[in-house]
């Protein structure tokens, strides 16, 4: 008698485990399903663009004053790609790209300078806010190699433009005479036409 009560106990448990097991299993997949869901509506709600920073591990010393080396993020899908891009580049290396030897004279302190953008004939016009008193800095021969640079390397790789030209308050000459560049009547960099509808 008491045998078969234990074999009724243990049938029991088993069944009951089995119940549990197969309930716990069908959690996990439904879960699972869900997390694929929630993954798949962020892939599709989110893109990757690619910005251009020094980085000090591949260009000790800054020996190369136009070097940039790219890094990707993940933003919100938007229809204008380079805007995002710039003003993702415009906000410098995050932590864990600094941890990485990128580097840059952009940071959180110039993450809000774009006030436009737009491409023409394979140019890309891009009109900053008047930057001189927030980067003093970036006049020296070296520092704005690397400036423009960065954005030029970054504007291309995600529009396929072929030129950049960069102004201040819809001003390129006000850019070029501040980074010791100058207007070059080839070129027609000064030309401030273009930026009137930015």
Do not use: H
Request: net charge positive.
């Amino acid at each position: 008698m008491k045998k078969r009560t234990l074999l009724i106990l243990l049938a029991i448990a088993i069944i009951v485990g089995i119940i549990t097991t197969a309930g716990i299993f069908a959690y996990q997949e439904k879960r699972y399903k869900k997390l694929l869901k929630f993954a798949d509506a962020y892939k599709a709600a989110s893109m990757n663009v690619r910005v251009y920073f020094d980085n000090t591990k591949n260009n000790p010393n800054a020996k190369d004053c136009e070097a940039a080396f790219a890094t990707e993020r993940s933003v919100p899908k938007s229809k204008n790609g380079v805007e995002i891009a710039l003003k993702e580049l415009f906000k410098g290396p995050l932590t864990g790209e600094k941890s990485l030897g990128y580097s840059s004279p952009f940071s959180s302190k110039t993450s809000n300078i774009l006030q436009g953008v737009k491409i023409e004939n394979k140019t890309a016009y891009i009109n900053l806010l008047d930057i001189r008193k927030l980067m003093p800095n970036v006049t020296t021969s070296c520092s704005s190699a690397q400036f423009i640079s960065e954005i030029e390397k970054t504007v291309k790789y995600n529009t396929g433009a072929e030129n950049v030209v960069i102004a201040i308050d819809k001003n390129p000459k006000t850019f070029y005479e501040w980074m010791q560049i100058g207007c070059d009547k080839k070129t027609k960099n000064c030309d401030a036409k273009p930026f009137e509808t930015l």
